[in-house]
């Protein structure tokens, strides 16, 4: 059964802070991993990601892949309330209907 | 681009009631849409996978006759909760997939509340 753990589940840091979310994976036959950030409403896409080592960027968002180690890491800088939300993670193992399995979440919460 | 479209936002109705949930893409077309149920401070379950003019897929333990998809058309599927009961009470969040290397794009989400 493919499996996503994200951690930490939950973080709280003050504006201004850097963090770092994780994600490990165990699944069948890889196609891709993708960061979504949720907050009251459904998840919003941040990055998908599909060969190692090649970090992507957005602003304050980057985030790169392992395909050998097999898990990804979401690093937010210069933290702004904003930011508060669930980040998951989630992947694409293949198949012909890419569906995806996702992670449980980390609730980040930025405080002024 | 890639915004995908759900109605209604907010369901409010009695036991018994069957609801019917929309889920459009609306500047692309979507070759496959994804139903997915989520609890609070849960991460999206699925619970099942559509393809445009074919019968739906569902995940083990959902019951097909409860939750009936339909996927007309490469830009609407739609989501019926039948004779709804509180323990269906949820959010139901749709996505749409463009293509197999896309992501997927996802809805605004509909919260049903069944009393």
């Known amino acids: 059964e493919d499996k996503v753990v994200q951690s930490p589940l939950s973080l709280v840091v003050h504006e201004g802070d850097t963090v770092t979310l994780n994600c490990s994976y165990e699944?069948?036959?890889?196609?891709?991993l993708l960061w979504y950030k949720q907050e009251k409403k459904a998840p919003t896409f941040l990055f998908m990601l599909?060969?190692?080592?090649i970090e992507k960027k957005s602003g304050r968002l980057s985030s790169i892949l392992d395909k050998k180690e097999l898990f990804s890491i979401l690093n937010i800088t210069a933290t702004q309330t904003g930011d508060s939300a669930v980040y998951l993670c989630?992947?694409?193992?293949?198949?012909?209907?890419?569906?995806?399995?996702f992670g449980k979440g980390t609730l980040l919460t930025v405080n002024p | 681009g890639a915004v995908v479209s759900q109605h209604p936002s907010w369901v409010i109705c009695k036991s018994g009631t069957s609801v019917k949930i929309e889920c459009r893409s609306l500047d692309f077309q979507a070759t496959t849409m994804f139903w997915y149920r989520q609890f609070p401070k849960q991460s999206l379950m699925l619970m099942a996978t559509?393809?445009?003019?074919?019968?739906?897929?569902?995940e083990q333990g959902v019951e097909k006759d409860k939750f009936l998809i339909n996927h007309a058309s490469l830009t609407l599927s739609t989501l019926t909760v039948t004779s709804a009961h509180p323990e269906d009470s949820s959010f139901y969040i749709c996505?749409?997939?463009?293509?197999?290397?896309?992501?997927?794009?996802f809805g605004d989400g509909t919260r049903l509340s069944i009393l």
């Open positions: 989630a992947v694409n193992s293949g198949g012909s209907n890419y569906k995806l399995t």
């Open positions: 599909t060969s190692s080592g």
């Open positions: 996505s749409a997939l463009a293509g197999g290397n896309q992501p997927q794009h």
């Open positions: 699944v069948t036959n890889f196609r891709s």
């Open positions: 559509s393809n445009e003019g074919s019968k739906a897929t569902y």
